[in-house]
């Protein structure tokens, strides 16, 4: 999906972050420009799921195929992939965007990840991430990005190993 491209001869990704507002059934309507990257790069089926119910993971349906291939070429017998198998289809389910560009997250999703009242959603580049406003500051912003991260994702940018040669 990569060697695709928008209309402007560029990819187009999910960037930044914006507040929004959930329904009483549970729907949320995504902002503008992360509408506009879907349009332009994917189509309007989901997977929404998460790792551990504290928030909420949309990928696009070719982008989560993708996933699902790399786990199938993997195998079946390593114990995280098969412990994370677990857990996105605990949380998994089939969704799109519906015709009022809204999205519905799973009723027990919503729950245990407290979606209700101000949220934050967040592009990761090909995928979003749906936040309780206050538990992403806490758990996210409420804490210091270490020199030891900054290394790690300088050499990250820089083409070079996470890891030092002498490590």
Known sequence: MWEDVGRSGKMKRFRGSFEVKIDAK????????FLSVFDAEYERDL??????GESVLVYPM???EGIEEKLEK????DPDVDE??????YWGSENEIDSKNRILVPPSLRKTAKLDGSLRILGKTNH?????????????????????QLFRVSRILN?????????
């Open 74 to 77: 993997h195998g079946d017998l």
């Open 84 to 89: 994370y198998r677990d857990k996105v289809s």
């Open 62 to 64: 070719s982008v989560w």
């Open 128 to 148: 979003l991430v749906i936040w309780n406003e206050e538990d992403f500051k806490a758990v996210k912003i409420g804490t210091n990005f270490s020199k030891e």
């Open 26 to 33: 549970g729907r949320l309507r995504l902002p503008p420009k």
């Open 47 to 52: 997977f929404i799921t998460s790792l551990n």
């Open 159 to 167: 083409g070079q190993n996470t890891l030092p040669d002498n490590e």
